[in-house]
């Protein structure tokens, strides 16, 4: 049996090969023949890789997604006030998507495929940037911020309310609208919801 | 030349008829002639009424719409505070998307098209939504519910929070989620942001 590593460093080199035929031919022109093709492998042996062109693509979106959660995550460690940061998160991940809808095309219709067929992938892409949400908003319970607020609840409620700026389908579908203005309309209103909803009542 | 009154029935007739077809055949296969046929017409006498199969679906996405839009302001002229009609607004909306998805599979397929190609129509229907949600909101800010309030600036921002439980395609997407009790989390904090947002600081 070939050491762990070497099978990761072969789902990698598999990955990126056809992240490229993607790129040129489209996803559905480019087939697993053609993959193993250009690596010199047989399709058999790309199917000991990944079960399915499926999973080849899943594995290309989170590729993409890891980067959307790292730079959530720099956001989250700046020291201004969470409220600021709650924008420059939201505002982060709809110009990272905005930039794969403009210059990568093939590569956001591959990330739409993820987003209608691998759910499990979504999902836990989802709860992460929720996971970094709830981690700012619990920051700014403490720091007075927020006072009482439930950061966990608040968190969930920010993701729904941020669909139009954070998902790469509506996205795609309003490139000609003015989408940071938007976001930051929204969010004035929602955070203010954030600095009251959790004092008590009267 | 025909009265007005007989031009626009013989448009009606068409859409109800192609209507039909397309739930029976789906739109892809549903051709112009197909059409035409059924109401014992030449497709060059369809034409006269409709430029293309795109303006036919377009005439019946707007019925459609005008429903939801009939929905939301007989919610806006109930007598309940301005925070549980809008509440109660995007839930209608929810729920009639959601029984177009599920019950009408097809129908749903021609608002997508319609939002996908006929920008203007959905342009329009957004517009009309907003408005009912800026007249509720104007009425809050009579009644005291929420002082001082922009409820133009608040109006859009609603619609943008709203997207994940208003728009067809989303809904379409998440039938697994309870978008219910997503909304209603959502709201709470948004309706404590109009609440507090158009005080005076401090």
């Not at 720099?74 to 409220?83: F, G, N, Q, T």
């Not at 509506?170 to 976001?183: N, V, Y």
Request: charged share 30%; glycine share 6%.
């Amino acid at each position: 049996m070939a050491p762990r590593t070497d099978h990761d460093e072969t789902r990698v080199r598999i990955a990126d090969v056809a992240e490229e035929l993607f790129r040129r031919l489209g996803y559905a022109k480019t087939t697993v023949a053609d993959i193993a093709a250009e690596l010199g492998m047989s399709p058999a042996n790309v199917y000991r890789f990944f079960p399915s062109k499926g999973a080849i693509v899943e594995s290309i979106c989170s590729r993409y997604l890891e980067e959307v959660v790292v730079l959530c995550d720099r956001i989250a460690d700046r020291p201004e006030p969470a409220a600021a940061r709650i924008e420059a998160l939201v505002l982060g991940v709809l110009d990272y998507h905005r930039r794969i809808v403009l210059r990568e095309q093939r590569i956001h219709d591959v990330v739409v495929i993820a987003i209608r067929e691998n759910w499990q992938a979504i999902l836990a892409h989802k709860d992460r940037i929720r996971t970094v949400m709830a981690r700012i908003l619990a920051d700014g319970v403490r720091r007075g911020e927020f006072p009482g607020l439930d950061a966990e609840d608040a968190a969930s409620a920010l993701l729904s309310a941020g669909t139009r700026f954070c998902h790469p389908m509506m996205i795609a579908d309003h490139l000609d609208d003015d989408l940071d203005a938007e976001a930051r309309q929204m969010l004035r209103y929602l955070l203010a919801g954030f600095a009251t909803a959790g004092r008590p009542a009267g």
